[in-house]
């Protein structure tokens, strides 16, 4: 992991909880998302068609050290629904972005992306400095 990187944490409010991505979301978020065209449309990877495709673009977040993966949990039903990110951002301190984000279509048009953009921007104001 980079110098400009958090350690992993959860992240919670009345809507959604943030979570270490795992490969034990891979099931709920397939169902979410995986295969859809539109849902992928500006990711940087191809909609992935089986469950063992979306494991491997996990894997990838999870592994590398530029980014910190968080699966993306409905508090009211507790199924992962999407994932976001913080990235790191070289040449930048004390700078992260907030990306590689999708969601299922089932949360389009709700409080979702909202509230998980409120989580990550007060951690990284209020807590990361």
């Known amino acids: 992991m980079t110098a400009n990187l958090p350690s992993p944490v959860v992240l919670e ?32 990877a191809k909609p992935p068609q089986a469950e ?5 673009l996990a894997q990838g977040l999870i592994s590398d050290d530029k980014h910190i993966p968080f ?7 507790g199924l992962a629904v ?10 930048f301190e004390k700078s992260i972005e907030i990306g590689w984000t999708w969601y299922g279509r089932t949360v389009w048009r709700t ?3 909202t509230a998980c953009k409120v989580l ?3 951690h990284a104001f209020d807590k990361l400095g």
């Open 13 to 44: 409010n009345d809507v959604v909880r943030l979570e270490p991505l795992t490969m034990e979301h891979i099931p709920d978020l397939f169902l979410a998302g995986g295969g859809d065209e539109e849902v992928w449309r500006w990711m940087p």
């Open 52 to 56: 063992s495709e979306l494991a491997g």
């Open 71 to 77: 699966a993306v949990v409905l508090r009211s039903s």
């Open 82 to 91: 999407g994932w976001t990110t913080y990235g790191d951002v070289p040449g």
């Open 111 to 113: 409080a979702v992306n």
């Open 120 to 122: 990550l921007i007060d």
